[in-house]
Structures are given as C-alpha cells and as structure tokens.
C-alpha cells in the first residue's frame, strides 16, 4: 500500500512559478513510477508528466513540455513537478500518483495510488 500526499498548490499570476510535492508513504517507493496529472472543472483527468523509478527517463504532456519538470528523490520518497510561465489553462485540480512498473507510465489505468489533488490556480 502507498499513500501519497500533495502540497504546493496555490494562487499565482500567469507567467509565475510553482513547485508541487507529492511525498509518498512506505519504503518501496523507488519500485514506483510516478505521474503528475490534472483535472480542470468539467474535463477528463488528463497526463501532465511521468517519472520513471530511477529519474532517469520523463515524458511529458505536449502542453506542457518545455515548461514542466517532473523529478523525484527516491531517499526523500517525493516527486516533484516544478511548473514554470504557468498560464491561465494550466487551472486544475493536480493528482500525483504512483504505479508498480519499471518504466514511465503515461495511462492513468496503469496508475495503482492516488493522491487527493492540490488546487493550482493560474490568474490572467
């Protein structure tokens, strides 16, 4: 069992920056994949970035790429995605979650943890 804890959300100006964490409980985290992704009111939950179990292979989201880092420190059992030029689209609900595979996972059905999302709020 893995739990997994968001934090770092918030309100910020288009343009702006923010780092979300997601620390994850138990010590098998480094057998995880790790994804971020995000759901707007009234869409589909959609991939942001997902993480291999080593941080040596990401991939992201077309929206999102050149402006998003997923990382994780597997000693610290946390992921990161630092977000960066964030604009007003990037408004969501962020989940991270966590799934048994060796290799990057970009499906959220593949997914097995779940964590209960953090507000981010990108105003024009």
């Known amino acids: 069992q893995v739990q997994l804890v968001e934090s770092g959300g918030g309100l910020v100006q288009a343009g702006g920056s923010l780092r979300l964490s997601c620390a994850a409980s138990?010590?098998?985290?480094?057998?995880?994949?790790m994804g971020w992704f995000r759901q707007a009111p009234g869409k589909e939950r959609d991939f942001v970035a997902g993480?291999?179990?080593?941080?040596?292979?990401?991939y992201y989201a077309d929206s999102v790429k050149g402006r998003f880092t997923i990382s994780r420190d597997n000693a610290k059992n946390t992921v990161y995605l630092q977000m960066n030029s964030l604009k007003p689209e990037d408004t969501a609900v962020y989940y991270c979650?966590?799934?048994?595979?060796?290799?990057?996972?970009?499906?959220?059905?593949?997914?097995?943890?779940w964590g209960q999302g953090t507000q981010v709020t990108v105003s024009s």
């Open positions: 138990g010590r098998t985290f480094s057998s995880y994949a």
């Open positions: 993480i291999n179990w080593s941080g040596g292979s990401t």
């Open positions: 979650a966590a799934g048994f595979s060796l290799v990057v996972i970009t499906t959220a059905p593949k997914y097995d943890y």
